[in-house]
């Protein structure tokens, strides 16, 4: 009997990656593929790695060694990536408004007219609960109003990956409830690579669980976010 299940495609392949910093080794010959439809939380312990395996994949940094490629499904070479990087990487000075980092998420996207333009922000503030402070400079948010914003800006394009860095970093607790339900949404049409220390949550949502320190290591235990129960 023949299959109607589709084979999930390759969306972006590291090969043999290694990285090293001021003599100091970063990464070692890590190697992954992330394909359609995974997600992926990874952790590790501080200064392991998983920022810079995030940079390597997004190719902000360049490995000292190995390769990065990219493929849609369409095989166009392009892929939509919303990105939500760590708050210290942000200049919360820069001059700019809430509304203003939100639809800066839609640059490039030459298909989106004006009107959809303003709908998806409006859109989009609402469902991080920032309407009321799209007018407001960013360096007047407080430090869970920010990520909010990044959060809202990330995911406007309604990007085919989406990569979070740390996203419950600074989040107020009343409204970390609701950024699971916001992950627990786009999961059903978006792979999501995630780096988080707090896995309780995340790790039950997602199907790839892996640990970096240095190296690379794909865990298949039940409870992922204890290296001790991987295999």
């Known amino acids: 009997m023949s299959s109607?299940?589709?084979?999930?495609?390759?969306?972006?392949?590291?090969?043999?990656?290694?990285?090293?910093?001021?003599?100091r080794v970063i990464l070692s010959d890590v190697s992954i593929e992330v394909k359609s439809g995974d997600f992926i939380a990874i952790t590790g312990p501080n200064g392991g790695g998983k920022t810079?395996?995030?940079?390597?994949?997004?190719?902000?940094?360049?490995?000292?060694?190995?390769?990065?490629?990219?493929?849609?499904?369409?095989?166009?070479?392009?892929l939509r990536i919303g990105y939500l990087p760590q708050k210290n990487m942000i200049d919360s000075h820069f001059p700019i408004t809430v509304g203003e980092v939100v639809a800066s998420?839609?640059?490039?996207?030459?298909?989106?007219?004006?009107?959809?333009?303003?709908?998806?922000?409006?859109?989009?503030?609402g469902l991080v609960g920032m309407e009321q402070r799209a007018d407001q400079?960013?360096?007047?948010?407080?430090?869970?109003?920010l990520q909010r914003t990044l959060l809202a800006r990330a995911i406007i394009s309604r990007p085919e990956?989406?990569?979070?860095?740390?996203?419950?970093?600074?989040?107020?607790?009343?409204?970390?409830?609701?950024?699971?339900?916001?992950?627990?949404g786009l999961k059903k049409s978006t792979t999501i690579v995630l780096v988080s220390h707090e896995m309780t949550t995340l790790a039950e949502m997602a199907n790839r669980h892996l640990i970096?320190?240095?190296?690379?290591?794909?865990?298949?235990a039940h409870h992922h976010y204890i290296r001790s129960e991987c295999e």
Do not use: W
């Open 137 to 145: 400079a960013i360096g007047t948010l407080s430090g869970g109003q």
């Open 52 to 78: 810079t395996l995030l940079r390597i994949m997004l190719r902000l940094l360049k490995p000292d060694r190995g390769s990065v490629s990219y493929q849609t499904i369409d095989g166009d070479g392009s």
């Open 161 to 184: 990956l989406l990569v979070l860095d740390e996203p419950l970093s600074y989040i107020d607790k009343r409204f970390e409830q609701h950024f699971y339900e916001i992950i627990a």
């Open 212 to 220: 970096v320190d240095r190296t690379l290591h794909e865990c298949s």
């Open 4 to 23: 109607h299940l589709t084979k999930p495609s390759t969306l972006i392949s590291l090969s043999d990656i290694s990285f090293e910093r001021e003599g």
């Open 105 to 125: 998420g839609l640059l490039g996207q030459k298909s989106v007219n004006r009107h959809e333009r303003e709908s998806r922000i409006s859109e989009m503030l």
